[in-house]
């Protein structure tokens, strides 16, 4: 069913592929990725899939495109000037860059949680009702069973239900955070993206998001971007290692950090650079 | 290297030799203090003048009376009118500018393309418009507002009698309101500058549209920087003569204006009559200055106002949001 692609691509394919279980159906698949900024090639022919239900992590250096590749997926590098896409990324069977794809749908079906937590300066209530009020969700009894369910499992509802009302950048730094993945879960999405969700937090709130994210596994397909190396080993299922735009390996999170095959992944989960 | 260790040593002598630096620190703070106080008192004496000389003549009388034809008698005469007209304009000017402003800064803002020359050139020509000294607006009210929109509407409705080619407190508040437009530009793009990228992401994550971002998210934290905006563009406009002189203030008016097409007196503008075209000049001068303390203390209480408004708008911000 899969083996369309072009040559190169089968050949990437086939040491990459067989590190997924099979019984894992893809959710989002990344044939041939290139991304330009302006003359700047920040992507070069990224070819990986993301199964449904897992957390697929990318790891890398700063400046590796890890980021970039996160933001395709719900094309927010759309909002920057001069960047152009070539190669293809499907969805649920969608190929995701086509015309007549509509951009704020998609974005309904992906929720994203960025590096620096940024709840809008409204109260705790309506920034986790933000999202459902877009998709037309009026009715109060509604919303609340939506506010309170979101924060429960973004395990927040403990700390924040006598302060619905108060605004959230009351909240403390891990606190802000979980609120944003619990505004991102509101909206029922599919694919959750994260973006080092937990660079800017102290080891105890760090924590208390990997142990969320290992429980959303179970309802969302998570992608998240990580500087921290020991993080992408606790709590990823599949682990990409980009180096300068490159996908340079790819294949389940225990193989990338206990038996590498490129040099290049090996001294970098190592600690030889980076 | 022996001229590196010397240089090192060298440096950290200079760190201990103070005197210098403070005569200079001392000298530039007295410097700043020094212009700070010249400001503080050039204001004071403006401010001391005015009040000793204006409060005998200042009055319930005098704030509630609306003027004879000869209103250069200080036992009869009034600035109701005047109160009238000059809070009227800025009220209508405020209504223009506030709406158009606000949608110019945000086109700039969030949706023209950051480095292209339109955009410059739109830019530029809100800059220069700031520049433009106020009776060639005037002018340009004369010639725009009443000579060509008033006389079309004019024609247009068959009115006989000039209804619209006339000056009056629509026309004089819409030539203020293009006077004041840069100041409502400038502050309410800086506010919209000011908000954070993440917060637009954010929002555009959740797959609201641009304007659903702008509606919900963006503007409503905008707000206190608007209403700092208008704040300006009021104070600004309050006590503009030139403007108003061809578009819409009057002599003299038996009555008080009760429509928008109505002519109307003003303070500024009163202030200048009497200072002009008293036939006694010495009997006038405490209606005079009484006038220029009601239009300061009219300007204040405007300000004031819209102060109040913005520090709930941001309470409430800060509360809840």
Known sequence: ?274 | MSGSSGSTASVSGRHFRAERLDFFSFFFTGLTGLATLLILGILAVILLNIVLNGWQALSWRFVSTIPEKDFFDPATTGVLAMIVGTTSRVLVMTIFVLPVGVITAIYLTEYAPMRSPVTRVIRGAVNNLAGVPSIVFGLFGLGFFINFIGASLDDALGNSEPTWRQPSILWASLTLAVMTLPVVIVATEESLRAIPAGIREASLALGATKLETIARVVLPQALPGIMTGGILAVSRAAGEVAPILFTGVAYYMADLPSKLTDQFMDLGYHVFVLSTQSPNIEQTRPILYATVLVLLLLTFALNLTAVLIRAHVRRKLRALG
């Open chain 1, 1 to 274: 069913m899969h083996q369309e692609p072009s040559k190169s691509v089968e050949i990437a394919l086939a040491t990459e592929v067989s590190a997924i279980p099979p019984e894992s159906p893809k959710m989002i698949d990344v044939e041939c990725l290139s991304l330009w900024y302006g003359q700047t090639q920040a992507l070069k022919d990224i070819t990986l899939r993301i199964c449904q239900r897992m957390v697929t992590a990318f790891i890398g250096p700063s400046g590796c495109g890890k980021s970039t590749l996160l933001r395709c997926f719900n094309r927010m590098n759309d909002l920057i000037e001069g960047v152009r896409v070539g190669g293809r990324i499907t969805i649920g069977g969608h190929d995701i860059n086509a015309p007549d794809v509509d951009v704020i749908e998609l974005r309904k079906r992906i929720g994203m949680v960025f590096q620096k937590s940024n709840p809008f300066p409204k109260s705790v209530y309506d920034n986790v009702a933000y999202g459902p009020r877009l998709l037309g969700v009026r009715a109060k009894r509604e919303l609340d069973v939506v506010v309170e369910d979101s924060l429960r499992r973004a395990a927040l509802w403990e700390e924040v239900r006598d302060r619905l009302r108060e605004s959230a950048l009351g909240l403390s730094g891990g606190q802000q955070q979980r609120l944003c993945i619990a505004r991102a879960i509101a909206v029922k999405p599919e694919i959750i993206l994260m973006d080092e969700p937990a660079s800017a937090l102290d080891p105890i709130a760090t924590s208390r998001i990997e142990d969320l994210i290992l429980e959303l596994k179970r309802d969302f397909t998570i992608v998240i971007v990580t500087h921290n190396m020991q993080q992408a080993a606790r709590i990823s299922d599949h682990t990409g290692f980009f180096y300068l735009g490159e996908l340079i390996e790819f294949g389940s999170t225990r193989q990338i950090f206990t038996n590498p095959k490129k040099k290049r992944t090996e001294d970098y989960v190592t600690g030889r650079f980076g």
